[in-house]
């Protein structure tokens, strides 16, 4: 069981100004996100420009974060670098008020996932370093709640902004500002960072092999449940032909909206839950191997649970709580499994496997689920689950 004494202490300034700042971020972009694809259409760019934006971007965020991870141990004061990443995607996102085409929609989304990816693992490392290790779970859990009610206020505050101006994409995006600059001042003012020692200079590739190898295994176990964790913005396309027979395509999209909308406050809910139950159990690994187990079970259901409202609302439910768990866990078995001086690199190389996965699984699924059926894409990711629900178990 955890240490009482010092676990009282894990809901510091720190990581309250973690979680606002999480909360803000996704808040400003989220609202951003919403409008895009409208945006785009209105300016005359198709979803190959969509897919390209947003496939460029995700691409770009993975390396930013892999490089600055390794830079990231290289600093004394992180504090610095996580602030301008914040400043840099603020910016980029209210930049895109001035757009005029789809090819200046790319270099802002871009340049705006760039500093996503640069901040990310020195903040996690800063959060790490702010809370006792007994409590690594509630702390990267209360980051992901935080993170998860931005993701649920952004597009509820993109929608309200349209009716008020009249779907001026241009004003949505300079709103989109406001939490932004919120998000770094947050940062800038109520974490506090505690100045570690300089470790002597490393290549990049050394730094990546003297990661210890129980993470790598833990690497091997996320990549190949990444592998079948597919974007769950699918569900709301397998809602949408589930329902429609029964309620008609507008009324199955409607429901299917809103599935996803309970889906994300399981998830928010789900990644406090998860990291606080990953620190009272004697093994966090054996929490992390239930939400993976959970998401089979949820692919189970998705290849049986067509035209049954009570079963697809389930699917939607379940996938809220284990990707809650999934991320508030993962994290937590990074910062154990590694020493503080590599936290950064750490948190890089786990950002790096997690993208790479979310890319394969999504367009792999999508392949699957069109060349022959929803039963086989969604059979072969809970082959996965279960795979890497077991080597999660296997860890030492």
């Known amino acids: 069981m955890p240490d009482r004494s010092a676990n009282d202490h894990w809901l510091n300034r720190t990581t309250i100004g973690v979680g606002l700042t999480s909360l803000f971020s996704d808040w400003s972009h989220e609202m951003a996100s919403t409008v895009l694809p409208a945006f785009l259409a209105a300016l005359g760019a198709g979803p190959g420009w969509l897919g390209a934006i947003e496939g460029f971007s995700d691409g770009l965020s993975s390396v930013a974060k892999l490089t600055a991870g390794h830079y990231t141990d290289r600093l004394a004061r992180k504090k610095p670098l996580v602030v301008a990443g914040y400043i840099v995607t603020a910016a980029a996102t209210g930049a895109l008020a001035a757009a005029a085409s789809a090819a200046h929609v790319f270099a802002a989304r871009a340049t705006a996932w760039l500093g996503r990816g640069a901040r990310s693992p020195g903040r996690k490392a800063i959060l790490a370093a702010a809370v006792p290790r007994e409590a690594y779970g509630r702390a990267f859990g209360f980051e992901r709640m935080m993170d998860t009610l931005g993701a649920i206020v952004g597009p509820l505050t993109a929608l309200w902004l349209l009716q008020k101006t009249a779907q001026n994409y241009s004003k949505i995006f300079l709103w989109t500002l ?219």
């Open 178 to 396: 406001v939490p932004g600059a919120l998000a770094a001042v947050t940062f800038a003012f109520l974490v506090r960072e505690r100045p570690a020692a300089k470790p002597p200079r490393a290549t990049f590739w050394h730094g990546l092999r003297s990661l210890p190898i129980p993470f790598r295994r833990l690497l091997v176990a996320v990549g190949v449940f990444g592998l079948g964790d597919f974007a769950h913005t699918l569900l709301i396309l397998y809602a949408t032909q589930a329902l429609a027979p029964s309620l008609g395509l507008a009324g199955a999209m409607s429901l299917a909206m809103a599935l996803y909308v309970v889906h994300n406050a399981f998830y928010a809910a789900s990644a406090y839950a998860g990291g606080w139950l990953g620190d009272h159990v004697r093994r966090r690994k054996h929490v992390l191997a239930a939400g993976y187990a959970l998401a089979a079970v949820m692919a189970v259901l998705l290849m049986h649970g067509r035209q049954r409202p009570l079963v697809v609302g389930l699917i939607f439910v379940l996938a809220g709580i284990y990707v809650g768990v999934e991320e508030a866990l993962e994290d937590s078995l990074a910062a154990e499994l590694c020493p503080p001086e590599q936290h950064g690199m750490a948190f890089g190389a786990l950002a790096a496997v997690n993208a790479v996965g979310d890319f394969v699984s999504s367009l792999a699924v999508g392949l699957l689920w069109t060349q022959y059926s929803p039963g086989v894409a969604f059979g072969a990711a809970g082959v996965l689950f279960l795979v890497g629900a077991v080597l999660v178990l296997r860890l030492r």
